[in-house]
């Protein structure tokens, strides 16, 4: 196959990251006789400087004309700590999320079993774990109204859901749950947000047609609470985009570190395949961020944007056998026994033959 693939490094240790897994991914290409074509094209900070602007049209085209997307990291301190600071990197990623049509992000908690000691958690608690949360991710409180009355000396931030919003992504989470262990929780703070109750309504009115799955909500401070008290207990979740937010930078450290985890987002053009975590900007040009979060995308992204299931299956092999062996960076080893950044891909993509 021929496969056109965008990649949007960004900023702090995006490039390092994203570099690892091209290298992973042309080793699979090379191995099952695919061909990739690889497009860089700025966004974020890196965007910012060049032309002001942190998702540039260029940027969005060839986003658009690419068969999947291959993202780093966003964020740079600098505008951290500048609030008043009109343009900002995470702009960048909205602006993609909207303008790609990105209504989902899928973001699986894995549990890897040469790394259960890791995790904050007790051994007994994780070992089963194996949950998927689907966010909403182009509506809520991240897209709409917000602003400042100064006379009152007040900011706001609307938080607003259509039915149709709110039904396109419980559906695609049934989808998940009826191809899982069919189980799916709803997850909202319908005693308190009329968003929610609009949620919990468009899921009463769906669970009928998906008699097989067992349907339940939860609030979601009480869905906080479950993820560590009992994370075997979900099969898929699904919510609301800040919830999800939150929620999965919680789940994400369940499997040792958040480093690890992998996520996809897919709506109605390209998809996007990125790590979690963030741009980590201490660790820039360090060689020490943990690339697998970004290996483990590429593997999503060969599944989910290509259906090519053998090829993610061997990188997802190659990844348990790095963490088995050893073979990790400086968040999970410790300082003296780890391996760069670099030296990880390089032996990822050295196992792929
Ligand atoms: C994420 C990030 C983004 C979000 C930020 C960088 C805007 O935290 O992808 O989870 O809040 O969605
Ligand atoms: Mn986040």
């Given at each position: 196959m021929n496969l056109d693939i965008a990649v949007l490094a960004g900023d702090g240790i995006g490039p390092e990251v994203v570099d690892q897994a091209q290298k992973v991914s042309n080793a699979i290409a090379k191995k099952y006789g695919h061909t990739i074509n690889w497009t860089p094209a700025l966004t974020g900070a890196a965007a910012i400087d060049a032309v002001g602007n942190p998702y540039p049209d260029e940027t969005h085209q060839i986003c658009m004309n690419?068969?999947?997307?291959?993202?780093?990291?966003?964020?740079?301190?600098?505008?951290?700590?500048?609030?008043?600071?009109?343009?900002?990197?995470?702009?960048g990623l909205l602006a993609m999320r909207k303008k790609l049509g990105l209504y989902a992000n899928i973001r699986p908690t894995l549990v890897f079993p040469s790394l259960l000691h890791k995790s904050p958690l007790r051994q007994e608690l994780?070992?089963?774990?194996?949950?998927?949360?689907?966010?909403?991710?182009?509506?809520?409180?991240?897209?709409?109204?917000?602003?400042?009355?100064?006379?009152?000396?007040?900011?706001?931030?609307?938080?607003?859901?259509?039915?149709?919003?709110?039904?396109?992504?419980?559906?695609?989470?049934?989808?998940?749950?009826?191809?899982?262990?069919?189980?799916?929780?709803?997850?909202?703070?319908?005693?308190?947000?009329?968003?929610?109750?609009?949620?919990?309504?468009?899921?009463?009115?769906?669970?009928?047609?998906?008699?097989?799955?067992?349907?339940?909500?939860?609030?979601?401070?009480?869905a906080a609470m479950r993820i560590i008290q009992w994370p075997e207990g979900f099969d898929v979740m699904v919510t609301e985009n800040m919830f999800g937010d939150i929620l999965t930078d919680e789940a994400s450290v369940i499997s040792g570190s958040m480093g690890l985890m992998p996520s996809a987002s897919i709506g109605l053009h390209t998809s996007v395949f990125e790590p979690i975590h963030g741009s980590y900007p201490q660790a820039t040009g360090l060689n020490i961020a943990n690339p697998i979060g970004t290996v483990l995308s590429a593997a999503m992204m060969f599944e989910y944007a290509f259906k090519l299931m053998d090829e993610a299956q061997e990188?997802?092999?190659?990844?348990?056998?790095?963490?088995?062996?050893?073979?990790?960076?400086?968040?999970?080893?410790?300082?003296?026994?780890?391996?760069?950044?670099?030296?990880?891909?390089?032996?990822?993509?050295?196992?792929?033959?």
């Open positions: 690419a068969d999947a997307v291959l993202f780093g990291a966003i964020g740079l301190p600098r505008f951290d700590n500048d609030p008043s600071n009109p343009v900002r990197p995470e702009q994780i070992e089963n774990a194996d949950f998927v949360c689907i966010r909403e991710l182009t509506g809520g409180i991240y897209f709409g109204d917000k602003g400042r009355d100064e006379s009152r000396n007040t900011a706001y931030d609307h938080c607003v859901y259509t039915r149709e919003e709110v039904e396109r992504i419980i559906r695609l989470a049934y989808s998940y749950a009826m191809q899982r262990n069919k189980k799916l929780t709803i997850v909202d703070k319908a005693n308190v947000l009329e968003t929610s109750r609009l949620w919990r309504e468009v899921g009463q009115g769906l669970e009928k047609e998906y008699p097989e799955v067992k349907t339940e909500y939860l609030l979601v401070d009480a990188i997802k092999d190659v990844v348990n056998k790095s963490l088995a062996e050893g073979v990790v960076t400086e968040d999970i080893a410790g300082k003296d026994k780890a391996y760069g950044t670099s030296e990880v891909g390089d032996w990822l993509a050295a196992q792929i033959k």
